[in-house]
């Protein structure tokens, strides 16, 4: 069984072993990506702090939208960025540039175009 702080994540083996082989990844050089989708009150934010738990060497990064925010584009990604955006001129150029359109601090283009020209 997984713990999270001394709590047992009870029938959740299959999904910590998902979590796990993505931190195995990104341990060894290997970027993936997993989406944990569900109901209120079945367990992602416990299965979600296993993990953050068990990625203790990485920079781990969270936020949450806010309902009021629909409107904003980009609102929840500014959020989750901003204590790393000094690090920013370390992405390669596409990625760089886009974040950049999409924070309001470039050139008037779609951050939408910028991504495609760079495909």
Same mark, same amino acid.
């Given at each position: 069984?997984?713990?999270?702080?001394?709590?047992?994540?009870?029938?959740?083996?299959?999904?910590?072993?998902?979590?796990?082989?993505?931190?195995?990844? =990104? &341990?060894?050089?290997?970027?993936? +990506?997993?989406?944990?989708? %569900? $109901?209120?009150? @079945?367990?992602?934010? #416990? /299965?979600?702090?296993?993990?953050?738990?068990?990625? =203790? &060497?990485?920079?781990?990064?969270? +936020?949450?939208?806010?309902? %009021? $925010?629909?409107? @904003?584009?980009?609102? #929840? /990604?500014?959020?989750?960025?901003?204590?790393?955006?000094?690090?920013?001129?370390?992405?390669?150029?596409?990625?760089?540039?886009?974040?950049?359109?999409?924070?309001?601090?470039?050139?008037?283009?779609?951050?939408?175009?910028?991504?495609?020209?760079?495909?």
């Amino acid at each position: 069984m997984a713990e999270v702080q001394g709590l047992e994540l009870l029938g959740r083996e299959h999904e910590v072993q998902a979590l796990d082989r993505l931190l195995e990844g =990104a &341990r060894t050089g290997r970027s993936g +990506t997993l989406l944990v989708l %569900g $109901e209120p009150g @079945l367990g992602k934010t #416990a /299965l979600l702090q296993r993990t953050v738990d068990s990625a =203790a &060497r990485f920079q781990n990064l969270r +936020t949450a939208g806010t309902e %009021g $925010e629909i409107e @904003l584009p980009f609102a #929840a /990604l500014q959020r989750l960025l901003a204590p790393i955006l000094g690090m920013v001129d370390r992405l390669p150029a596409p990625q760089r540039e886009a974040l950049t359109v999409a924070f309001g601090a470039g050139p008037a283009l779609s951050p939408n175009a910028t991504v495609r020209a760079s495909r």
